[in-house]
């Protein structure tokens, strides 16, 4: 099928395998937005897809870039080309774990980008505005797998985190392979399918929410029963450590004063002496250092009269006696006032050694010694009240509880009305997909509390958890006769194929996805319900942008849009290109998948009756 005027063509049989330029992470967008197509609109597919795909140095593909359209798009060639190379690329892109061992040999690193139409006003647009990584409706995603084992990631050209990777991809796409579909064979995703069927997710998440308020409740009511429990030890404790640094009556900085005052008290023998020589050499010996300037001062005055310029140096003399006489009274001042006192240095340094010990006690700083008395203070408050808070938390955890099993109850009996429903529906898919007789089941189980599981998560003697206490298993017999077993116990890859591909057609409508990619969905099938299988891949393109990689020309024919994988040798290395099909081209890759390596006329009519209509 064209797509419409106006979109992004490419001439038939013209490969994609552009010569790549080196540009810095902020032109990240140009280049790949070269590749958006036009929507096709006809499918009335929601807002988000996947519009483009770029792959360099990535297993043996060294350039490749693929463009994606609404609708269904078949990826078809022969087995090694590289198709399911493509699919880990784009896992890759999705947030799994990288590994050097994925680099093209002869390559440092490997370079995988795709670029996804998001909701304008959608979660994730908020998300990526709110990390500033906004970019209009688009959102390209970069990884970069180096030899060194430092992947990098970008998000519209910003460095970024896997776990941003992650929540940003969760619902762009996911990938449902032959026996690694996401969610179909982990049971702990049957409940979530179920609860996403029968449209109970609202309150779904409103239980959850209850749950995670009611943990953190539970889990304050046992610290406080547990403080309860040592309370007399504690209050002991605390009684004593308080009245201890209140008695000590502790003053700003004092441990600085107090030293300050050790140092003179210790040194007050030196001190005494050190000032009164000071005072005998600047004055009271004979030929003191003042009665040496007054003489000069003298008969500098007495010879100021020959000359006048010797008179101010007289006058600074004169000055210089008077302050010197000054400094020699504060002098005798200071000698006064040292006093050589043993009692008071051993009470100064009994109070240094309690502090010291205070500081070791509580923080190393009197400023720390203050803070936990606060803190003593504090907590005897709250000890003081333990039982009223106690009473206070009880109270929440009981209403909490109550509307818990409340909606536990509510979603436990819409999952069983929903199983019923969802059993049924299942099986009318599978039979149109040759699977008549196929009896599909969902088991919905309760898990028992044990004796000693938390009563205020326990509802009708069962435990609760973050989804209520429903516990889902999908359950099939494929054949009549046998008792219906775990899905994930399932032998046949064909009937796995069309379980995934009936569940996905159910939840068509209300899956959040916007891109659906399976990954050799024919396995274990072939003719007629090969065609059936089509058919519904072609239903489900309605709500949903699906790419699919198949060998069955059964399939093929109802794509949208085809392209064909190859690999072919250039200058001794092995390269991959894809090619888009239009008209003849596709006619021959449908006469290809018919009739393998040898093409014969008839072979080519087939072809072109089965895309009759299609080109």
């Given at each position: 099928?064209?797509?419409?005027?106006g979109?992004f063509?490419?001439?038939?049989?013209?490969?994609?395998?552009?010569?790549?330029?080196?540009?810095?992470?902020?032109?990240?967008?140009?280049?790949?937005?070269?590749?958006?197509?036009?929507?096709?609109?006809?499918?009335?597919?929601?807002?988000?897809?996947?519009?483009?795909?770029?792959?360099?140095?990535?297993a043996?593909?060294?350039?490749l870039?693929?463009?994606?359209?609404?609708?269904?798009?078949?990826?078809?060639?022969?087995t090694?080309?590289?198709?399911?190379?493509?699919?880990?690329?784009?896992?890759?892109?999705?947030?799994?774990?990288?590994?050097?061992?994925l680099?093209r040999?002869?390559?440092?690193?490997?370079?995988?980008?795709?670029?996804?139409?998001?909701?304008?006003?959608?979660a994730?647009?908020?998300?990526?505005?709110?990390?500033?990584?906004?970019d209009?409706?688009?959102?390209?995603?970069?990884?970069?797998?180096?030899?060194?084992e430092?992947?990098?990631?970008?998000?519209?050209?910003?460095?970024?985190?896997?776990?941003?990777?992650?929540?940003?991809?969760?619902?762009?796409?996911?990938i449902?392979?032959?026996?690694?579909?996401?969610?179909?064979?982990?049971?702990?995703?049957?409940?979530?399918?179920?609860?996403?069927?029968?449209g109970?997710?609202?309150?779904?998440?409103?239980?959850?929410?209850?749950?995670?308020?009611?943990?953190?409740?539970?889990?304050?009511?046992?610290?406080?029963?547990l403080?309860?429990?040592?309370?007399?030890?504690?209050?002991?404790?605390?009684?004593?450590?308080?009245?201890?640094?209140?008695?000590?009556?502790?003053?700003?900085?004092?441990?600085?004063?107090?030293?300050?005052?050790?140092l003179?008290?210790?040194?007050?023998?030196?001190?005494?002496?050190?000032?009164?020589?000071?005072?005998?050499?600047?004055?009271?010996?004979?030929?003191?250092?003042?009665?040496?300037?007054?003489?000069?001062?003298?008969t500098?005055?007495?010879?100021?009269?020959?000359?006048?310029?010797?008179?101010?140096?007289?006058?600074?003399?004169?000055?210089?006696?008077?302050?010197?006489?000054?400094?020699?009274?504060?002098?005798?001042?200071?000698?006064?006032?040292?006093?050589?006192?043993?009692?008071?240095?051993?009470?100064?340094?009994?109070?240094?050694?309690?502090?010291?010990?205070?500081?070791?006690?509580?923080?190393?700083?009197?400023?720390?010694?203050?803070?936990?008395?606060?803190?003593?203070?504090?907590?005897?408050?709250?000890?003081?009240?333990?039982?009223?808070?106690m009473?206070?938390?009880?109270?929440?955890?009981?209403?909490?509880?109550?509307?818990?099993?409340?909606?536990?109850?509510?979603?436990?009996?819409?999952?069983?009305?929903?199983?019923?429903s969802?059993?049924?529906?299942?099986?009318?898919?599978?039979?149109?997909?040759?699977?008549?007789?196929?009896?599909?089941?969902?088991?919905?189980?309760?898990?028992?509390?044990?004796?000693?599981?938390?009563?205020?998560?326990?509802?009708?003697?069962?435990?609760?958890?973050?989804t209520?206490?429903?516990?889902?298993?999908?359950?099939?017999?494929?054949?009549?006769?046998?008792?219906?077993?775990?899905?994930?116990?399932?032998?046949?890859?064909?009937?796995?194929?069309?379980?995934?591909l009936?569940?996905?057609?159910?939840?068509?409508?209300?899956d959040?996805?916007g891109?659906?990619?399976?990954?050799?969905?024919?396995?274990?099938?072939?003719?007629?319900?090969?065609?059936?299988?089509?058919?519904?891949?072609?239903?489900?393109?309605?709500y949903?942008?699906?790419?699919?990689i198949?060998?069955?020309?059964?399939?093929?024919?109802?794509a949208?849009h085809?392209?064909?994988?190859?690999?072919?040798v250039?200058?001794?290395?092995?390269?991959?290109?894809?090619?888009?099909?239009?008209a003849?081209?596709?006619?021959?890759?449908?006469?290809?998948?018919?009739?393998?390596?040898?093409?014969?006329?008839?072979?080519?009519?087939?072809?072109?009756?089965?895309?009759?209509?299609?080109?």
């Amino acid at each position: 099928m064209a797509p419409p005027e106006g979109g992004f063509t490419i001439p038939p049989g013209c490969a994609i395998n552009l010569t790549r330029l080196n540009r810095p992470d902020d032109a990240l967008r140009r280049p790949i937005q070269s590749l958006q197509m036009t929507s096709f609109q006809p499918l009335g597919l929601g807002t988000c897809m996947l519009e483009a795909l770029c792959i360099r140095n990535f297993a043996i593909i060294d350039d490749l870039r693929i463009p994606f359209q609404d609708g269904l798009t078949v990826l078809s060639g022969e087995t090694g080309a590289g198709k399911s190379i493509i699919i880990s690329a784009v896992n890759l892109l999705l947030g799994s774990r990288a590994s050097a061992k994925l680099i093209r040999t002869g390559a440092d690193c490997a370079e995988l980008e795709a670029l996804f139409r998001i909701a304008p006003n959608g979660a994730l647009a908020s998300m990526l505005a709110a990390a500033d990584c906004a970019d209009g409706d688009g959102l390209v995603v970069r990884r970069l797998v180096s030899r060194n084992e430092r992947h990098r990631v970008y998000l519209n050209g910003r460095l970024s985190t896997m776990q941003a990777l992650s929540s940003a991809t969760e619902n762009l796409a996911s990938i449902s392979g032959q026996h690694a579909h996401q969610g179909l064979l982990n049971e702990d995703q049957h409940l979530l399918i179920l609860d996403q069927f029968g449209g109970q997710l609202t309150l779904r998440e409103g239980l959850g929410a209850c749950f995670r308020t009611l943990l953190p409740l539970i889990q304050e009511l046992k610290s406080l029963n547990l403080q309860k429990d040592r309370q007399t030890e504690r209050l002991e404790l605390l009684r004593f450590q308080h009245k201890e640094i209140l008695d000590a009556d502790i003053q700003p900085a004092e441990d600085e004063r107090l030293a300050q005052e050790q140092l003179r008290l210790r040194s007050a023998e030196t001190l005494f002496r050190t000032a009164q020589e000071s005072i005998d050499g600047l004055y009271a010996t004979e030929g003191a250092v003042v009665e040496r300037l007054a003489e000069i001062q003298k008969t500098l005055e007495k010879v100021s009269g020959l000359d006048g310029g010797l008179a101010p140096v007289a006058r600074r003399l004169a000055e210089a006696c008077y302050q010197l006489e000054d400094t020699v009274d504060e002098l005798r001042h200071y000698r006064d006032s040292v006093t050589m006192d043993e009692r008071r240095l051993e009470a100064v340094e009994a109070r240094l050694d309690m502090l010291r010990a205070l500081k070791r006690k509580y923080g190393g700083s009197l400023t720390a010694v203050a803070e936990r008395r606060a803190a003593i203070e504090r907590e005897l408050l709250q000890i003081g009240d333990i039982e009223g808070r106690m009473t206070a938390v009880r109270q929440q955890i009981e209403a909490q509880q109550a509307r818990l099993a409340d909606q536990s109850r509510k979603l436990s009996a819409k999952r069983k009305n929903s199983a019923r429903s969802l059993g049924a529906k299942v099986e009318s898919e599978l039979a149109s997909l040759n699977m008549a007789q196929t009896r599909f089941e969902v088991l919905l189980q309760t898990l028992p509390a044990d004796p000693g599981f938390e009563p205020f998560l326990t509802v009708d003697g069962f435990a609760v958890g973050e989804t209520g206490f429903d516990r889902a298993c999908f359950m099939i017999a494929p054949n009549v006769g046998e008792d219906p077993k775990p899905l994930a116990a399932i032998a046949s890859g064909g009937e796995l194929s069309r379980v995934v591909l009936a569940l996905k057609a159910i939840l068509a409508q209300s899956d959040a996805v916007g891109t659906i990619i399976f990954d050799e969905v024919d396995a274990g099938i072939g003719g007629g319900v090969a065609e059936m299988v089509g058919q519904k891949l072609a239903a489900l393109a309605r709500y949903h942008q699906v790419i699919c990689i198949t060998h069955l020309p059964q399939i093929a024919r109802f794509a949208h849009h085809h392209y064909r994988i190859s690999k072919h040798v250039a200058g001794g290395r092995t390269h991959t290109r894809i090619e888009p099909l239009e008209a003849e081209a596709r006619v021959q890759e449908i006469a290809r998948m018919l009739g393998g390596a040898t093409i014969t006329p008839k072979t080519l009519d087939h072809a072109r009756e089965m895309l009759q209509g299609r080109l």
